[in-house]
């Protein structure tokens, strides 16, 4: 069965400081990866999506970045965290083809910047 | 273009009572259609999904669905609700092919349930 991992689960950093997020996927190949952030009451905001090795398209324009050096990891970044970067980060996977569009979604990280 | 609508921030039910979760969608073609559930600070869990077919869908943990095409709506039903049931639940329609084929989301019903 499928597996997705995140990590760490919570973060505290402050202003300034470079981020490293990770998630891994396990059970699958060739999955379509996205991080979402989830800010109280504003449901959920897709950041990036990659449909395969070192393909990543950004949906909004921040000082976040995405990577994905291997099939089954996604990488979140920042170089200066801003304090509206705090929120709570989720990865999620999908099939990407035929009908398995449903996505899974991993524990989540709370960032909290201070 | 591509939206989730669910109308209710919040709804509190009793225990034993029925529930029914608004959904409204906006989508161009025949839409593939969830909801999810998500506990404080976890994860989406997926309760079910619509892709064709019978319009009533059945899920996890007791919960249905109904789609209706001419109402544009996809209301989360389940006949008696457990207090375990509290969550956050979130509709969701796509696929989106211009956004690697992700899911729109809904900003989601926070289910309160009292004893």
């Known amino acids: 069965s499928q597996t997705i991992h995140q990590w760490p689960a919570t973060l505290v950093q402050p202003v300034g400081s470079p981020l490293s997020l990770e998630c891994t996927v396990e059970g699958t190949s060739n999955p379509n990866l996205y991080w979402y952030r989830q800010a109280a009451g504003r449901g959920l905001q897709l950041l990036f999506y990659s449909v395969g090795i070192g393909q990543i398209s950004s949906e909004v324009p921040q000082n976040l970045s995405a990577s994905r050096p291997q099939d089954r990891q996604f990488i979140l970044s920042s170089k200066k965290l801003l304090l509206s970067d705090s929120g709570f980060y989720l990865c999620?996977?999908?099939?990407?083809?035929?009908?398995?569009?449903?996505?899974?979604f991993g524990p989540g990280t709370r960032l909290t910047v201070t | 273009a591509q939206s989730v609508t669910q109308p209710d921030i919040h709804i509190t039910v009793s225990e034993g009572a029925s529930l029914e979760l608004r959904c409204n969608y906006s989508?161009?073609?025949?839409?593939?259609l969830f909801w999810y559930v998500q506990s404080p600070g976890q994860g989406l869990q997926l309760l079910l999904k619509?892709?064709?077919?019978?319009?009533l869908v059945q899920g996890i943990k007791g919960f249905e669905a109904e789609f209706k095409r001419s109402q544009s709506s996809f209301n989360l039903r389940k006949p008696s609700v457990h207090w375990s049931d509290a969550a956050e639940y979130f509709c969701?329609?796509?696929?989106?092919?211009?956004?690697?084929?992700?899911?729109?989301f809904g900003k989601g019903t926070s289910l309160l349930v009292t004893p």
């Open positions: 619509y892709f064709s077919g019978d319009t």
């Open positions: 989508y161009g073609a025949t839409p593939y």
């Open positions: 999620a996977w999908s099939g990407g083809g035929g009908t398995a569009y449903e996505q899974y």
């Open positions: 969701a329609v796509g696929p989106n092919s211009n956004s690697g084929y992700a899911l729109n």
